[in-house]
């Protein structure tokens, strides 16, 4: 074992998550950067693991590092993100025959939502929508709490909104706009049945988190490989495709303002 | 949409209605990008209002530059967007010709197809067309696809004579023997498909008919051994030899027969055939005629292998390789 290895942290929310770690691990060998990575099942725990110094980088989704960032009291690093994770917003889908022509039409009405940890799909679309004027407690939330502790990752609990949504069991239903295009794009959207009521502002989502004590030339010399991957060189093209990016795209904070503004409003830090 | 980039020439337009975003739409759009060199603009008209989130929403995914939307005709929208700079390079000349050397990152995609960088190596270890594909292997494989016959149609089943029981016995031994022979035929030829590079395609198809042509052996011969009320016994011997066909080559197989004297041929029922009866006399005459059929075979062999391009004296040695397994 390399000492001077790095050890990414990471969450197993498919098996596919070792088979990128394992690429990301070759492909960054390759450039003379060494790392290890160690998984785990729930982004508190990873959390936690960054926090104890167990692991030296943390591939965090958004709720992960506005905690860390918390933590930290902003000294957290933030090493890099995925093009993917860019000016994410989420969308209000209803059903056609809903009725529902208005935000303020969701009042008294079933709105399906994805699982109590997932940023684009329960957190901030509610959020958004309470800032928009609408009187969110007195929407009927219809929660899929599936794959808690993942935070979203998954994207079956917005799967679960969609199908709700074209069995008719909810009028309206929340999910990301990532999600939305995807399923669009593959024909399983039925556009006769649902249409998109409203748009939320964007915001960002991944982040790769370090602690400020990770020394700055071997940070760099993590997000230089990582910028340095190409979508048509093979040895990098799977792994992309796997971890649902194009191109590693360097930091960015303002698009996280309005999950850490959502927490502080609904105490859900 | 932003000031400075007009005047924008598209090199395509589209009028998609009032597509809505998943409900086709990208069966227009993905094709006139892809028509496209990087940079080139799509011009796509459409009364979709929800595209004007769900459509640079796919571009950002894609990495496609979306432009912008100015008003079209009535309520409509024209939206503009420069295909981007993944997926590879567009409008290269088709090219149907055998290359010289298959690219393993080509993979199964068929000859002439416009194939986009970053694809996997695939396994095909057959890769180099002076090996691979004889120039005439097009044409071969057209008249083995049309060539074909049919077990159900091309034998008169009806036709066949009933026989007394010891031979029926000894046709059933024997049909039984060739359909376990003909399922060796059958996989070992089928183990070089995978390894031949999809640029030699026509080799694969060609090695396809092939497998077929044995397809219909191991059916006819079952066929007619059911008939026969029975498939003999499949021998030990037989099946050692079959192995070492699936494990190594010929050679092989003979030195692997040579120690142990045996023939892994029924012998006796293809002599009984021969004779027609049970009669000495007659057994004696069939004897004869199937050492005649053994001579006969490696005559035929050895022609066969002269034919294909051997030397008197390899195809003879060759030919020798097989006598002692009979098929």
């Keep these: 074992m390399n000492p001077e290895s790095l050890l ?34 729930n982004y508190e725990r990873l959390v936690h693991e960054l926090l ?96 808690v ?31 939305w295009v995807i399923e669009s794009a593959a024909g399983r959207i039925d556009a006769s049945q649902l249409e998109v009521l409203w748009t939320t502002p964007g915001f960002d989502h991944c982040m790769f988190d370090a602690l400020p004590s990770l020394d700055s030339q071997r940070a760099d010399r993590f997000k230089t490989a990582l910028l340095a ?41 | 949409m932003d000031g400075d980039r007009r005047p924008l020439v598209a090199a395509a337009a589209i009028d998609a209605g009032s597509l809505p975003f998943g409900s086709g739409l990208l069966a227009l759009v993905r094709p006139a990008l892809a028509r496209l060199p990087a940079g080139g603009v799509v011009a796509l008209i459409s009364g979709s209002a929800a595209l004007r989130e769900d459509l640079p929403r796919w571009c950002r995914i894609e990495h496609h530059d979306y432009l912008g939307c100015d008003p079209a005709d009535g309520a409509r929208d024209r939206h503009l967007v420069a295909r981007g700079p993944l997926g590879g390079e567009s409008g290269a000349a088709l090219d149907d010709a055998m290359p010289a050397l298959g690219d393993p990152r080509s993979g199964f995609a068929p000859r002439g197809a416009r194939v986009e960088p ?26 083995a696809a049309g060539a074909s016959w049919s077990v159900e149609q091309d034998i008169p089943w009806q036709r066949i004579p009933p026989l007394p029981d010891a031979l029926e016995q000894a046709v059933g031994q024997v049909m ?59 021998t030990v011997t037989t099946a050692h030899s079959l192995l070492t066909l699936l494990e190594a080559a010929v050679r092989r197989r003979a030195a692997t027969l040579a120690g142990t004297g045996g023939v892994p041929a029924p012998v006796q029922d293809l002599v009984l055939l021969a ?9 004696e005459r069939g004897a004869d005629a199937f050492r005649t059929l053994l001579e006969t075979m490696h005559e035929a062999r050895i022609r066969r292998l002269r034919s294909a391009g051997f030397a008197a004296d390899q195809a003879a040695r060759l030919s020798e390789l097989h006598t002692p397994n009979f098929m």
């Design chain 1, 149 to 179: 502790g993942k935070h979203g990752d998954t994207g079956r609990s917005e799967l679960d909104v969609l199908r709700a949504l074209h069995e008719g069991s909810v009028a309206a239903g929340a999910v990301g706009d990532y999600v």
């Design chain 2, 275 to 283: 004779a027609g009866s049970t009669d000495p006399a007659a057994l």
């Design chain 1, 8 to 41: 990414v942290g990471a969450v197993a929310y498919d098996p596919k998550v070792v088979t990128v770690w394992e690429g990301i691990r070759d492909v960054l060998h390759d450039d003379g950067v060494a790392m290890d990575f160690a998984l785990y099942s």
């Design chain 1, 52 to 147: 104890a110094g167990h692991v030296d980088i943390a591939w965090s989704t958004p709720l992960a590092h506005v905690r860390i960032q918390k933590a930290t009291e902003n000294r957290s690093l933030s090493l890099g993100m995925r093009d993917s994770d860019r000016d994410f917003h989420a969308k209000i889908v209803v059903r056609k025959d809903a009725g529902i022509r208005a935000l303020r039409d969701l009042e008294g009405r079933r709105l399906a939502v994805g699982s109590r940890d997932s940023t684009q799909a329960r957190i901030l679309p509610l959020y958004f929508l309470g800032e928009a004027g609408v009187d969110v407690s007195r929407v009927e939330i219809v929660a899929f709490d599936s794959d």
């Design chain 2, 118 to 143: 970053g694809a996997p190596a695939y396994p095909f270890t057959l890769l180099d067309r002076e090996h691979v594909a004889p120039p005439e292997i097009a044409d071969l494989y057209r008249q």
């Design chain 2, 176 to 234: 039984g023997f060739l359909a376990q022979n003909e399922l060796s035929a059958l996989y070992v030829p089928a183990r070089f498909l995978p390894r031949v590079h999809p640029a030699y395609a026509e080799v694969a198809m060609f090695l396809a008919t092939q497998l077929a042509d044995e397809a219909r052996h191991v059916d006819a011969f079952v066929r007619r051994a059911r008939r026969a009320g029975t498939l003999g016994v499949a």
């Design chain 1, 229 to 269: 991957m190409r979508w048509d060189d093979p040895r990098h093209r799977r792994i992309l495709e796997l971890e649902g990016l194009k191109q590693w795209m360097p930091a960015r904070e303002p698009g996280y303002d309005s999950l850490r503004a959502a927490l502080d409003a609904s105490n859900g830090w």
